[in-house]
């Protein structure tokens, strides 16, 4: 079941702060995180596997809440380079191993 | 230490022909997913393979087909094209037949005639 992602799209300053949602109707057992640079293959940010689990990545960070379904996405202090489109990768828990990614939220980053 | 890499880049096919793709995994993994990514849209899973096996499928129809070789790289192939299959091909490489922190290659860039 694809997730659903909010909001579609963002513009950002440089400095500004984002966050970005990740939805599903399924008991998920992990949600992972990608960007996609336009014209270029997804870059794995990263995977949260417990409820409640908060990982970061330079200035980006995530939250699962497990019981609610949704993840959330943090960006402080965006630079240029984070513009892209950002993914939210799904893993059900039906015993299968494949991620259902949501439609991506593109964000732009302006001087 | 090498990156995923796909080929053909660019391919151009008319409906009802097939095609093959192929990817090499990132040096160290065993395991290759392929996705089907339509302009605009988030990658759509079609199948995974771990150890030269099938280990997941997608809501795809049996005329997407693959396999994977000894040295874990794989191919996609695609029977009785159709308009609707234009779309970037991506394949990307992990550990242990699962999803986790997967490497995806630069992708195939299929149009359908």
């Known amino acids: 079941q694809q997730p659903v992602q909010s909001p579609q799209a963002v513009i950002l300053r440089e400095g500004e702060d984002a966050v970005i949602n990740c939805s599903s109707s399924?008991?998920?057992?992990?949600v992972h995180w990608y960007r996609q640079k336009h014209g270029e293959a997804p870059v794995f940010l990263m995977i949260?596997?417990?409820?409640?689990e908060q990982k970061g990545h330079e200035k980006i960070s995530a939250s699962f809440n497990e019981k609610k379904q949704q993840s959330s996405l943090y960006l402080t202090a965006s630079q240029l380079s984070y513009s892209g489109t950002y993914f939210c990768g799904t893993e059900e828990k039906t015993g299968a191993n494949n991620l259902f990614f949501g439609t991506g939220t593109r964000l732009t980053v302006i001087p | 230490e090498t990156g995923v890499t796909q080929s053909p880049t660019h391919l151009i096919k008319t409906r009802g022909q097939q095609v093959t793709l192929r990817c090499s995994s990132q040096?160290?993994?065993?395991?290759v997913s392929w996705y089907q990514q339509a302009l605009g849209q988030g990658p759509q899973f079609i199948f995974q393979?771990?150890?030269?096996?099938?280990?997941g499928r997608g809501n795809f129809p049996p005329r997407f087909s693959g396999l994977q070789f000894p040295n874990y790289s794989s191919e996609l192939n695609v029977n009785a094209l159709e308009l609707d299959d234009s779309a970037l091909y991506l394949c990307?490489?992990?550990?242990?037949?699962?999803?986790?922190?997967?490497?995806f290659g630069p992708g195939t860039r299929l149009t359908v005639t």
């Open positions: 040096s160290g993994h065993n395991t």
């Open positions: 949260l596997l417990k409820g409640g």
């Open positions: 393979y771990y150890r030269e096996e099938e280990n």
């Open positions: 399924k008991a998920l057992y992990s």
């Open positions: 990307a490489s992990s550990f242990g037949g699962t999803s986790y922190e997967q490497y």
